[in-house]
């Protein structure tokens, strides 16, 4: 089942409608839902699909003529030839490259045919190629130079990147605001890992069941991910270990696993290619004295709960102490944990508002300003310089007043005065806040109305 990706279907459809024939990069990490993007276009057309394997050219070819049923073919341009005779009728006819990388690795056999192929249809319009990958640092850094010349030949990219927690929420029609926000801390929201989740289920029952045994589904995950395209597996893990456990700048992942600072920047290089990791930018404000500088983090969910959670306790989960790893090590930390993707729902959210003028200006730039004493949840600013901010509690009791004043204190901080200001927050708020806040005409959000 196809959730979202209306921009990205719209755009296919608009291809397949040119008068000319055509080639698109359709590319994000694995479980992000290409393939059934793909399937979904696929429907109702002529179409064609191959799943390209990491093996010699040789082994290819062999597996494509057997599933295109082109026992004749002497070589790729041939079969390439008998299976466009044997599908193509009415329309364009769409071929599905999934993992296309796997056939430019071994050799350029493949490539040559391909772009022969190509060139005899290209003013036709009877093709509508698709190059699926799950690589994104490929995409983005080598593949141009594997490609060469033909690189001229493509249309454009799309990158599939994780939902919205919009999308999310639609996929877990019958969650809770709060579990939603909870399971996109835990899996991100990449839609393969979402299949996983059973609405069902406790949020305890679902991290058990999915993390916390040697066969669990995702017990092993974080690492198998990697693995596809990172050499030096142990130095990441080390890296990502120490973010993980709240080590964000250069020098303190530097004490914790002693390598390079030179060495460390082209891993965490490598990473942010990957989208794993990202480096924080503080939004820029006329304060610039108490702002924290330099941060990394883990930037997607899944593996930021891996290794803060799974990583540390490997050995108590493969002995059969999965239950006890969760109720000692992970439900105790739990709430904490989930204040980060709380903070990135609550932004979202004031963006979408933004979009659609709900809000009382028209803001540009959103984004975070970290403090050395606190932080700006959200923070955005208009032409103009008007000012809006965002707070977000996801702790366990009511939002009170002593909250209120520490983040006025962050705003002092941070030399704003803001023109509009929400806070939100997971439990909704007790009445001293709301009657301060009633005063200073500040907008409440509580989760549960998000």
Known sequence: MLIGRTQELERLHGLYAAERSGIIVLY?????GKTTLARTFMKDKDAVYYAARRVTTEEQFLCMKKEWQAADAAD????????????????????????????????????TSFLRFYAEHHGDGSLLVLFLSSSVSWVENEMSAVLGGAARLLQGFIKLKEFSFMELAGYLKSSTVRDNIFTAAVLGKVPGYLRLWKESDSISENIIRLFMSEEAPLY?????????????????????????????????????????????????????EMDCTEKLFSFDTAETRSVQKGLYRIREPFLRFWYRFVYPNLSEIAMGNGEQVYKNEVAPYLTEYVKEAFSDVCGEYLQVMNRYGQLEGQYGTFGVWYGKTGKLDVVAKTENGRYLVGFCDSGETKTDQAVLENWEHVLETAGIVPDEWYCFSMQGFADDFSSAAGEKGIHLVCAKDM
């Not at 005779?85 to 056999?109: I, T």
Request: hydrophobic share 40%; net charge negative.
């Open 28 to 32: 994000g990490r694995s479980g992000i």
């Open 76 to 111: 790729f341009y041939e079969a390439l030839t008998a299976v466009y005779a044997l599908k193509k009728s009415e329309g364009k006819l769409v071929f599905v490259f999934d993992e296309f990388r796997n056939l430019l690795e071994d050799s350029s056999e493949f490539l």
């Open 220 to 272: 092993a995950e974080a690492e198998n991910y990697l693995k596809r395209e990172l050499r030096e597996l142990s130095a990441y893990n080390t890296i990502l270990a120490a973010l993980a456990q709240g080590k964000n700048k250069l020098n303190d992942i530097f004490e914790e696993t002693g390598f390079s600072r030179a060495k460390i920047s082209v891993y965490l290089k490598n990473l942010t």
